[in-house]
Every structure is written in C-alpha cells, then in structure tokens.
C-alpha cells in the first residue's frame, strides 16, 4: 500500500515538473516568435519612429529571454527547437543572452536618436547576436 502511495505520488510530480517545462517552453517560443514579428518590423521600417518602437519591445523581450527562471534545467519538453545543448552549457547560452541584451540596448538607444540609416546598422548586429546562438542551441526546422 504504501508503495503505491508513494508511486502515485511520484508519478503526480513528474507530471507537474513535465507540464511546467513544456509551459515554460510556449512561453519562450511566443516571445521568440514576438520577437521576430519586431524584427520584421524593423527591417521594413521607412522611418525612425516605427523602428524605435519595435526596438523598445525587442529589448524588453530580450530581457525576459535573458531570466534564468525561464531556462530551468531540463524545461525543454513541448514543441521546441530548443537543443539539449543549452543545459549542457548553461554559461555560454547565458552570455549569448547578455550579448543580446547589450545589443538589444544600444539599438533602443541609436533608434531613439531619430536617424534611420544608423538604427538599421545597429539592427544588423542583432541579427548576428541572434545567429550566433542559433547556430549552437537551436535545431533547424524539420
């Protein structure tokens, strides 16, 4: 009896550590997919304003991204492109984050500026900073 008891019980917290991961993981994925949709935005951005607008959300997002609380260990689970890899090597996704996080910045910071041209070249290093943890903890699309 008592075995059963414990089992059911374990099995309940798995489930609940199960369902957490994968909620975590749609929360990423709708940031990342919001983040994409101000990327877009930026990039066909004919002035400076709409550009400042969506940089001010895209380091917000970045920000968020950055917490730990959304990258726990093994939170993987759900309908990800998230690599294994990222747990594996939690410092170095970490700085991956704060490069974006520094990048993110300074493009909210030359957008406020007004000046169109140097906002898309601050925009450019985004998309490196971006590409470059892809490349590692991300899978491509099947």
């Known amino acids: 009896?008592?075995?059963?008891?414990?089992?059911?019980?374990?099995l309940g917290l798995l489930s609940t550590i199960t369902a957490r991961a994968e909620s975590l993981s749609n929360d990423r994925i709708e940031l990342f997919r919001t983040m994409g949709k101000n990327m877009k935005i930026i990039s066909q951005a004919d002035n400076a304003k709409t550009a400042l607008m969506a940089a001010k959300t895209l380091d917000k997002i970045a920000n968020k991204l950055s917490t730990s609380s959304l990258w726990p260990i093994n939170s993987g689970d759900g309908n990800t492109r998230a690599k294994n890899e990222i747990w594996d090597n939690l410092p170095d996704f970490r700085a991956k984050f704060k490069?974006?996080?520094?990048?993110t910045k300074n493009l909210k910071e030359i957008a406020a500026l007004g000046n169109l041209k140097n906002t898309q070249n601050?925009?450019?290093?985004i998309g490196r900073t971006c590409g470059s943890c892809h490349r590692v903890y991300r899978s491509p699309k099947k």
Request: proline share 0%; glycine share 0%.
């Open 99 to 103: 490069n974006l996080r520094e990048a």
């Open 122 to 125: 601050a925009f450019r290093k």
């Open 1 to 10: 009896m008592k075995i059963t008891i414990i089992t059911v019980l374990i």
